[in-house]
Each structure stands twice: as structure tokens, then as C-alpha cells.
């Protein structure tokens, strides 16, 4: 019996078979067979998610096969894509073919499927979230029915399924909006906490994407900003990509944990050198090449999206919280802000928010920083991103979504049998 687990090594399972589907009807035999059984199924995408949303006991499906994009309406304006393609495999597709998504978050690795059913998002633009730029999929339910739904069939499915944590169903195909591709001019630059903190609401109106990176135990920030622009493409060079992203950002930010996880006194002084090591840049390229980043160091990560207009208090509080705390906290706190959206299940549902995102490395311990911090951001109505640690229950979730019965009238309806549920989903939806 093998083990599955997840990239931060935190998630592990040791399902009773695996299958490798190659089309939808291996799905549809393989969630069939489980209902058969009385077991359960799930495809979880790269692992990429720090909670235990993906783990069973029963049937793992891997979605190696399941790759591709499949469809492009240039009338529409939308492509498929099958569920276990990249969004790296996806992006790269989409510039050949000249079009892009309209935003997206900052790592690739993902499947198209584990992204939207998390909630993976980017920052600002006029929406955020890859679930909320979804319009259509194909789905296997827990009757072992194929079922396709947009905004015309069974809309109330591609509602809740776009971002349904994987308990609804296996999905196999996903069809998303899509634009003609762009180009970015990035703007990235160190700046201090109280300029920071004074005008960053002005800066995200200022600016298509705006998201700023707090060093611990300094009153540094890393400042980056993104706007369309209508000028050619000027990348970064090959050695400054590889100096500032690959050497830096990664090698010697791994180093750098290193010696913080061994010698903890030395971190506020080794988050000030890597604060001044990042130096002001600029540059032009299509969306994809500014919107993610390359990362080798593993972490552990837990986000919460609270009102937009409490944003930078709680960040406030955070911070406050760190250094009164004695922690030593050697990973950036990520700042972001998200247009409302209108997915049942979206931190970002009917309101706008700020991302508040806090790291620890994979070999330090998170506890005390991610409780410590969550209880900040719940004080401040923050909700949780499904993908990544928190403490959250059904029982405190439920008053936070609105529309939180009408996503478990699907669940109920199209699972039944709760072929997909595990004990993340049966603490976080109930049973």
C-alpha cells in the first residue's frame, strides 16, 4: 500500500487502491465501483493545499492522465481545460493561443480542478478569484452521473461546485472566461512600514494589482504593483530573473531558514539583510510571468480574508501581536486585497477583503503564530482559505456565508452517499 502526501508534508494517506483515469468514463467506473463498495474517492490535484482537504481511505485517483486544454470558443471568449492540467501547462497554452486569464494567484504547480475548489486567488483586478472566472464544468457526482453545468444547465451546481472543496463530486473538466493576452508592467520596490500602511489603499486603487510583503521584526516591506500597459514586452534579463528569483528568493532564502530554525536570536537581523537584499525593479511580460513565482523553499501557510475597510487594522494587529509575542518569525506576511465575488463558497462572497497571509517554514513550528494570528483576523469577521491551515468548524462557518445552506442543498443532492467526504470536510461542512 503506498503513501500519498501532500508538498508541504503535512498531509499523508494511505488509500486502499489508486486508479489513473483517462477519461471521464474511467472516472465514472471508478466512482461507481466505490458507491458499489460502500468506500469513498477522491483526485486530489498536486498537493498543493496545507490542509487535509484531499486525503481518503478509499479510492485515490491521479489525474496524471487527465491533461489538456480541450476547447477554445473565441466567440465566447472561454476555453476547457481537463482537471489535472497545470495551470503552468494551462498559462502556457493559452499565450500560444494569444489569449490569458484575467488574473490568477502566484503558483503554478496547481491543477486547474485544485485550484478553483480551494479557492486560489490572485490580487486586485476586476475579479481575483479562479473560481469566480469559471463558467462551466463537467462533473462525476456521487450517483456516478456525468453532470454538465454553466450558466444555463443546472446553474446552481457550477455555483457551488466552482469552488466545492472537492464534496460535491470529481471533477474532470473545467471551462473558464479568458481575454486576449496583455501585457503587465511590474513595479516592485522596498518601502517603509508607515508609508506602507498610510497609503496602500490609495496605491490599490492607483494600480490594476497591488500586494505588499511585510518582513517580521523590521519596518520594511516589499511593495509590488502590476498595470496593463499597451507597450511591447521587456523582460527581466536571464541573469537578473536568475540573481533576484532563483538565487535569492530561493537558495539563499533557504539558507537563510536554515540558520533561523538553528539559532532563532538571529532571525529579526537575517529578515532585515533579506529585506535590503531585494532591491527596486521593473519590468514588462505577459501575465503569467509576473502574476507567479518559482518556489523551492517549503512552508506552511495559513491566509484568512477579512473586510477590506478592516484590512490594514488587522494588519496592524498582526504585527503588534508578532513583536509583543517573542516569536521569531523568518517568512514574509503577505498583503493582499480582492474584489467581492458572487460564489457561495468564496471568502471573497458579496464583500470586498484583504488577504492577510502568514508562513512559517516546513521544519518550524506553526502553532502558537498561526492561533495566535488567526484569533486576530476572527475578531475582525476574517473567513478562512479552504485550502490552507486553520481551526475553523461547520458550526462557526455557517453564520460567515450567507449562502452557506443553498451550497449544502447541492452537496446533499448530488452526493448523498458522501463518496467524497473525509474528516477535513465532515470538521469544515459537517457530515
Known amino acids: 500500500m503506498s503513501t500519498w502526501t501532500s508538498w508541504a508534508g503535512l498531509s499523508s494517506c494511505s488509500p486502499a487502491q489508486e486508479r489513473r483515469p483517462v477519461d471521464v468514463g474511467d472516472v465514472v467506473e471508478a466512482v461507481r465501483d466505490a458507491a458499489d463498495r ?54 502556457a497554452t493559452l499565450a500560444r493561443l494569444g489569449l490569458s486569464l484575467h488574473n490568477m494567484g502566484d503558483v503554478e504547480e496547481q491543477t486547474v480542478a485544485g ?14 478569484s479562479l473560481s469566480a472566472q469559471v463558467v462551466g464544468l463537467e462533473l462525476v457526482t456521487g450517483t456516478g452521473e456525468v453532470l454538465r453545468a454553466d450558466r444555463t444547465r443546472h446553474p446552481d451546481v457550477l455555483d457551488v461546485v466552482r469552488l466545492g472543496l472537492g464534496a460535491t463530486g470529481v471533477l474532470t473538466a473545467v471551462t473558464l472566461e479568458v481575454e486576449p ?29 497591488a500586494e505588499m510583503y511585510w518582513f517580521p521584526h523590521t519596518d520594511r516591506l516589499l511593495l509590488k504593483t502590476n498595470d496593463r500597459t499597451l507597450e511591447d514586452p521587456e523582460p527581466l534579463s536571464r541573469l537578473r530573473e536568475w540573481w533576484d528569483d532563483d538565487l535569492l528568493s530561493n537558495h539563499v532564502f533557504d539558507l537563510v531558514n536554515r540558520v533561523g530554525n538553528a539559532r532563532p536570536a538571529l ?34 501557510e495559513m491566509e484568512y480574508a477579512v473586510p477590506r475597510a478592516a484590512g490594514l487594522t488587522a494588519l496592524a ?11 521569531r518569525i523568518g517568512f514574509p506576511l503577505e ?48 473567513r478562512p482559505h ?15 456565508y450567507p449562502r452557506w445552506q443553498d451550497a449544502l442543498a447541492v452537496r446533499d443532492r448530488i452526493d448523498p452517499q458522501r463518496l467524497f467526504t473525509n474528516a477535513y470536510l465532515e470538521r469544515v461542512l459537517g457530515p
Open 38 to 91: 460502500g468506500g469513498r474517492v477522491k483526485m486530489p490535484g498536486t498537493g498543493h493545499s496545507f490542509t487535509d482537504i484531499a486525503l481518503t481511505d478509499g479510492t485515490l485517483l491521479h489525474p496524471t492522465a487527465l491533461t489538456g486544454v480541450v476547447g477554445v470558443d473565441r466567440a465566447a471568449m472561454t476555453v476547457t481545460a481537463l482537471a489535472g492540467t497545470t495551470l503552468r501547462e494551462l498559462n
Open 335 to 382: 498583503y493582499r486585497v480582492a474584489p467581492a465575488d458572487d460564489v457561495p463558497l468564496s471568502p471573497a462572497h458579496d464583500r470586498d477583503v484583504a488577504w492577510i497571509a502568514v508562513h512559517v517554514n516546513a521544519a518550524a513550528d506553526h502553532t502558537d503564530y498561526f492561533a495566535g494570528v488567526e484569533a486576530v483576523l476572527r475578531a475582525h469577521d476574517g
Open 386 to 400: 479552504w485550502g490552507k491551515l486553520h481551526t475553523r468548524t461547520a458550526a462557526d462557518l455557517a453564520p460567515a
Open 317 to 327: 494587529e498582526v504585527r503588534d501581536l508578532v513583536e509583543r509575542s517573542g516569536w
Open 181 to 209: 493576452l496583455f501585457v503587465l508592467e511590474a513595479h516592485e520596490r522596498p518601502i517603509q512600514w508607515d508609508e506602507a500602511v498610510a497609503g496602500f489603499d490609495g496605491l490599490a486603487e492607483q494600480h490594476h494589482h
Open 115 to 128: 485550484a478553483i475548489s480551494t479557492g486560489t486567488h490572485g490580487t486586485g483586478g476586476v475579479t481575483a
Open 267 to 300: 532571525v529579526p537581523r537575517l529578515n532585515a539583510l533579506s529585506a535590503r537584499a531585494l532591491g527596486e525593479r521593473r519590468y514588462r511580460d505577459v501575465p503569467h510571468r509576473v502574476f507567479t513565482t518559482r518556489r523551492t523553499v517549503r512552508f506552511r
